[in-house]
C-alpha cells in the first residue's frame, strides 16, 4: 500500500483490492459491514488492511485515520527525505510515528539533533536504571523534566529508545509518565488533569505565566535502531517495554536508506 495516496471515506471492492494489494483478504472483506451502494467504510478497511487480522476484534485505539490508507501498527517503508511529511500524515491519522533506523551512523538520530528537536534519550535512562545507579523516582523525574518542557513549550518531543526496550509499562511509568504519551502523537495529554500532573512548576513560571497548561502544538514521535522484524519480538512482546503500548496507537516507518548506506547487523 503507498504511504503517499489517500482513500475515500467509503471504498468499492476493487478500490479495496487495489489499496490493499497482497494484504487483501476475500474471506476478511466479505464479512465486513457494506452501505447500501455495496461500500466499506475507511475505518472498515483499516481493520481488512491490519497486518496480523485475528478473529477477535481489533480494539480501535487511536482516532479514524484522515490522510494516510495505512491503519494503526501497519509498516510504512520511507527515504529520509520523505520522513517529514510520512511523519505529518501519522499524526493526521490520529496515530504515534514509530520510526525505525538501521543505519550504522543512527542517520535520524543525527537529523534530530541537528534539528534541536526535544530529545528525550530513553535508554539513558533504562541503563541507568537498570545498573541501579538512580532510583525510579529519579528516572521517572528525567521523563518528566523533558515531557513537561516540551508539553509547556508546545515542541515536538522524540522519545529516542535506540536498541533499548524502555520499560514504559512498568518502571518509566506513572502520572508524571504515563502511556498516554504514546497515545496519538501525545495529544491525548493535551488536558488540564494532564497538565496538572505532569507540568512542573518551574516550567509553568518560566514558559505559561505559572499555569500547568499544555501547549496545543505538543507532539511526540518515538525512534528505535529496532529492525521491523524485531519489534514485536523486543518491543511489543510480554515482558518488553512496550507491551503494555497498543501496536495499533503507532504508524510504523521504517526508513529505507540509500544503496551503500552502512547498516547495522
Not at 505559561?208 to 518515538?222: A, I, L
Request: with cysteine.
Amino acid at each position: 500500500m503507498g504511504a503517499g495516496a489517500s482513500i475515500p471515506d467509503t471504498l468499492s471492492i476493487d478500490e479495496v483490492k487495489t489499496l490493499a494489494g497482497d494484504k487483501f483478504d476475500h474471506a476478511v472483506y466479505d464479512a465486513l459491514p457494506k452501505g447500501a451502494d455495496g461500500k466499506i467504510t475507511k475505518e472498515a478497511f483499516l481493520k481488512l488492511a491490519a497486518p496480523t487480522p485475528s478473529d477477535e476484534p481489533a480494539p480501535v485505539s487511536a482516532p479514524s485515520p484522515a490522510a494516510t490508507p495505512a491503519g494503526g501498527g501497519t509498516v510504512i517503508e520511507v527515504e529520509m527525505t520523505e520522513l517529514p511529511l510520512a511523519v505529518d500524515k501519522a499524526r493526521a491519522a490520529g496515530l504515534t510515528p514509530l520510526i525505525l533506523d538501521r543505519s550504522a551512523s543512527h542517520l535520524l538520530d543525527n537529523f534530530h539533533n541537528y534539528k534541536a528537536d526535544a530529545l528525550l534519550d530513553a535508554k539513558m535512562w533504562t541503563l541507568k536504571l537498570a545498573k541501579k545507579e538512580i532510583p525510579q523516582e529519579e528516572a521517572l523525574e528525567g521523563l518528566r523534566s523533558k515531557l513537561s518542557y516540551s508539553m509547556a513549550r508546545g515542541m515536538d518531543l522524540v522519545i529516542s529508545c535506540q536498541s533499548a526496550s524502555p520499560s514504559f509499562s512498568s518502571t518509566l511509568n506513572g502520572d508524571v509518565f504515563p502511556l498516554e504519551v504514546f497515545k496519538d502523537s501525545g495529544k491525548a495529554l493535551i488536558n488540564d488533569d494532564s497538565a496538572s500532573k505532569i507540568i512542573t512548576d518551574d516550567h509553568a513560571k518560566e514558559l505559561t505565566s505559572g499555569m500547568k497548561m499544555c501547549n496545543p502544538e505538543f507532539k511526540v514521535q518515538v525512534s528505535s535502531h529496532f529492525g521491523v522484524d524485531d519489534i514485536d519480538d523486543f518491543l511489543f512482546a510480554k515482558g518488553f517495554g512496550f507491551e503494555k503500548v497498543p501496536r495499533e496507537w503507532f504508524q510504523i516507518l521504517n526508513i529505507k536508506h540509500d544503496e551503500g548506506t552502512e547498516l547495522l547487523d
